[in-house]
């Protein structure tokens, strides 16, 4: 962190080496200093309510209604899921609904709970629910949370009652005051640390990771509070983009890696943003300003911005599926534009992988781009010859009479007038378990085409994620198990090619070492210590019941010897 280090002077408040915990400190003012007017901080602890919240840390009682398994018709586990997005805004007094609103265009990151706390008058107020924010929130919840300060989350997790008592933020009393939680990420020492920790008498109520943060900072003897945030991140190890918020203060901490993204920006009155994507940025007229550095705390009062670093950090290493499929085409990623990485991904495979062909079309939304930057490069029409529907979200009706591929033709339609008789050349950005992708070729065979030949606008995944992004096992993923022609006759497609990893490496040039590849490499550039690790997502437990142990449905081997394959075309 060169420019922290260039800072001139140390935040005096935190400047005690007694009580500072291996980290060193500096203070950036930014322009526009501060001066808005915040309640002190009152002697005994400051309470905190809750309004029509499910919040696991601070709500003990939790509905017991099950929630019914649900089942999508349509084969999105057949891609990475991202975990969740986070969104921080202080200094505004309509913090709540620039929330909702952030929290709207960071929908693609979570779509089964979101929260939001704000704070009033030095009390912590939350509402979390199970669904869109849309479900979540309406006029009425958002005037049950007035306040300038407010940080908030959408999430993607598994079906289940623990979906209830996992949803954030999280709101937590501790002896000092409260505080509130957002994380985007996942901890690979989370079943250590838990357990260090219920040896000492922590008593878990959710089966997040998020909660041992809580539980490391309540646990801390370092003061002032904000040490305790420098103290807990110390302690864990794996992707972590956090937002916090207390009384007086919003914090934002990037993990030392910057494997998740967290920007932050400022509106036209001085209101500070963080935001898991500039989309959100955009959407509440916040101006882009810079990233959390990687390793870097921020935090934000009354006094201005002041930034800590916590420790030396090593080698980014930025998730480089970010641009290949999780963020919007809108937003700035790692300081790169997506839009622009996923059409020069279209553009390498038209150039080192073509195909004599009549049309190119996309798989709807994730492959448009890069099917853009194919058909440009090649000199072939783009064509719309897949159709998404965009209010197809699950359902607990089946047909009766099995109807093949159902799910994905709920999802996707074929236009007979692009593809008849056509030689199609469809771009998607990634292949996972090859399940969804031999339904969408034979789909579009039916619908006349002549030739399909897929081309894959990323190399072919040959490993679990263990930093924040829901993947299959390594025994799940196709590529793992096949080289690129068995892929293509299991899929039925004429040809088929990925995005070529040293092309990729190429294309991100001074930034390629930057990058995150474990996906696409096997090398973890944090690798699981424990025996097990935590799968992204939920566990089918409730997190009070049971041992870790037996918590088979969360947790995968840590070790496990991946297939070496050529990566590249056919």
């Not at 029509?52 to 840390?57: G, H, L, Q, R, V």
Request: net charge neutral; with cysteine.
């Amino acid at each position: 962190m060169a420019s922290a280090a260039a800072a001139s002077s140390t935040l005096s408040s935190l400047s005690s080496p007694s009580s500072s915990p291996s980290s060193f400190l500096f203070n950036k003012t930014l322009p526009k200093p501060f001066s808005f007017s915040l309640l002190p901080r009152p002697l005994s602890k400051t309470p905190f309510t809750l309004s029509a919240s499910s919040n696991p840390i601070s709500d003990l009682t939790s509905s017991n209604t099950p929630l019914p398994e649900l089942h999508s018709f349509y084969d999105d586990d057949d891609k990475p899921r991202e975990e969740c997005g986070v969104v921080g805004i202080y200094g505004d007094p309509e913090a709540s609904r620039l929330c909702y609103l952030a929290l709207h265009a960071l929908q693609h990151r979570g779509q089964e709970g979101a929260g939001i706390v704000t704070v009033n008058n030095n009390v912590l107020q939350s509402i979390t629910g199970v669904g869109l924010v849309s479900d979540v929130f309406n006029e009425a919840k958002l005037d049950q949370l007035p306040g300038n300060l407010a940080i908030g989350h959408v999430r993607y997790s598994t079906a289940g009652q623990s979906m209830l008592k996992n949803v954030q933020p999280f709101v937590a009393g501790y002896r000092f005051g409260s505080v509130g939680v957002a994380h985007n990420g996942n901890l690979v020492n989370y079943g250590t640390l838990r357990a260090k920790l219920e040896e000492t008498g922590s008593i878990f109520n959710t089966s997040s990771d998020t909660e041992v943060v809580l539980h490391l900072i309540a646990t801390s003897k370092h003061r002032p509070f904000i040490l305790r945030i420098v103290d807990a991140c110390e302690k864990i190890q794996g992707a972590y983009s956090i937002v916090f918020v207390t009384e007086d203060k919003l914090v934002a901490v990037r993990d030392p890696h910057g494997f998740r993204p967290l920007v932050m920006g400022r509106r036209g009155n001085g209101a500070v943003v963080f935001a898991s994507e500039t989309c959100a940025l955009d959407l509440i007229e916040a101006t882009y300003e810079r990233e959390v550095l990687p390793g870097e705390v921020v935090v934000v009062d009354k006094e201005g911005i002041q930034s800590l670093c916590l420790m030396s950090h090593p080698q980014p290493k930025q998730c480089i599926f970010e641009h290949i499929y999780f963020a919007l085409p809108n937003s700035v990623v790692f300081g790169r534009s997506v839009y622009e990485s996923r059409r020069q991904f279209g553009e390498i495979l038209a150039t080192e992988s073509p195909v004599d062909c009549d049309v190119v079309i996309a798989v709807p939304d994730s492959g448009v781009v890069a099917a853009l930057g194919y058909a440009a490069k090649a000199g072939v029409p783009f064509q719309q010859g897949l159709i998404r529907s965009h209010y197809v979200g699950r359902t607990f009706i089946e047909p009766s009479q099995k109807i093949r591929d159902f799910g994905v033709k709920l999802k996707l339609s074929p236009v007979r007038a692009v593809l008849e008789g056509k030689r199609v050349v469809v771009v998607d950005d990634s292949i996972v378990r090859g399940t969804t992708s031999s339904k969408i070729v034979r789909l579009l065979k039916e619908a006349g085409a002549k030739e399909v030949h897929m081309r894959i606008a990323s190399p072919p995944i040959i490993g679990s994620c263990y930093y924040g992004v829901d993947t299959p096992s390594s025994e799940e993923l196709i590529s793992n198990r096949m080289n690129v022609d068995e892929i293509r006759k299991f899929i039925g497609s004429d040809s088929l090619a990925f995005l070529p990893f040293d092309s990729l490496k190429r294309l991100l040039g001074n930034e390629s070492p930057n990058f995150c590849y474990a996906c696409f490499s096997g090398n973890y550039p944090v690798e699981p210590r424990e025996l097990k690790v935590k799968r992204v997502g939920d566990f089918v437990d409730d997190g009070l019941n049971g041992s870790l142990e037996s918590i088979d449905g969360g947790w995968v081997q840590a070790n496990r010897n991946l297939k070496e394959i050529k990566v590249g075309g056919t």
